[in-house]
């Protein structure tokens, strides 16, 4: 099984950029499945039906989520009725949406962190131990764990290493150099990066940013234009064993 993650998407410029990448990434990779985080999609803050129904018309099978992905309302009953969308699966009980979602023989198992996260949400690791003894039987497991600690994160991969195929790191929007075979089989990074402008602070306009970090008042942050970038990690995994073969990072370039 050959899986394509893509890291967090953001604003118009990310999305255009996978739009045009995927169709031929699929031919060229001979992929079987692609999931991306599409939480910053829609504008650089959360995700739409419209902004999610151009990802999936452009080859990309699974759309995990993060902090943002209510920021729209209109996406509520989307997540509801959609079958290939997640949000975070331990936000308290009564959020719209799953967090689980079945593609064949793969799951895709969308958690989000607590450490600087700024919400009460409920434990990611119990909530990881609960998808993977319902869905015990699915051949491929992979977690988009959505958190902002890099120790919360490794801590993730550790505790799933063996049980799971893949556990990457979203969030950050900064690609790690850190992608690894953990011993007992579970591919592991710590963060995918993004698809987004290069030329940006993690997505947003440069100039915006600097503005709120040198006068630290409330500055509207929108998404940066120009050369998009897009991170994001090739995974080989046996069919046999569920275990992960190889795992190697995929950076390109979209003028």
């Known amino acids: 099984m050959r899986l394509l993650f893509l890291g967090d998407i953001v604003g118009n410029c990310g999305r255009d950029a996978v739009v045009a990448t995927v169709p031929p990434l699929r031919r060229e990779l001979a992929l079987d499945l692609v999931v991306a985080n599409g939480e910053n999609v829609a504008g650089g803050r959360g995700i739409t039906p419209r902004t999610a129904e151009q990802l999936f018309a452009a080859g990309v099978d699974v759309i995990t989520g993060g902090n943002h992905t209510f920021q729209h309302r209109e996406v509520y009953d989307f997540l509801d009725q959609h079958p290939s969308i997640t949000r975070?699966?331990?936000?308290?009980?009564?959020?719209?949406?799953?967090?689980?979602?079945?593609?064949?023989?793969?799951?895709?198992?969308?958690?989000?962190?607590?450490?600087?996260?700024?919400?009460?949400?409920?434990?990611?690791?119990?909530?990881?131990?609960?998808?993977?003894?319902?869905?015990?039987d699915a051949r491929f497991i992979v977690v988009d764990f959505h958190a902002e600690a890099t120790s919360e994160k490794q801590a993730m991969g550790w505790y799933l290493d063996g049980r799971a195929t893949l556990v990457v790191g979203t969030h950050t929007h900064v690609p790690t150099a850190d992608a690894r075979i953990l011993p007992q089989g579970t591919a592991f990074c710590t963060d995918a990066g993004m698809c987004g402008a290069r030329d940006s602070v993690i997505g947003d306009e440069v100039g915006a940013?600097?503005?709120?970090?040198?006068?630290?008042?409330?500055?509207?942050?929108?998404?940066?234009?120009?050369?998009?970038?897009?991170?994001g990690l090739l995974l080989d995994a046996d069919d046999a064993t569920g275990k992960a073969v190889s795992l190697t990072r995929l950076d390109r370039m979209v003028e």
């Open 209 to 231: 940013v600097l503005q709120r970090f040198l006068t630290q008042m409330p500055t509207r942050l929108p998404p940066a234009t120009g050369t998009a970038v897009i991170n």
């Open 88 to 136: 975070p699966l331990n936000y308290p009980p009564g959020a719209p949406g799953t967090g689980v979602v079945r593609n064949g023989d793969v799951v895709v198992v969308n958690l989000i962190g607590r450490t600087f996260m700024g919400a009460a949400y409920d434990d990611p690791f119990r909530a990881a131990d609960a998808a993977l003894a319902e869905h015990g």
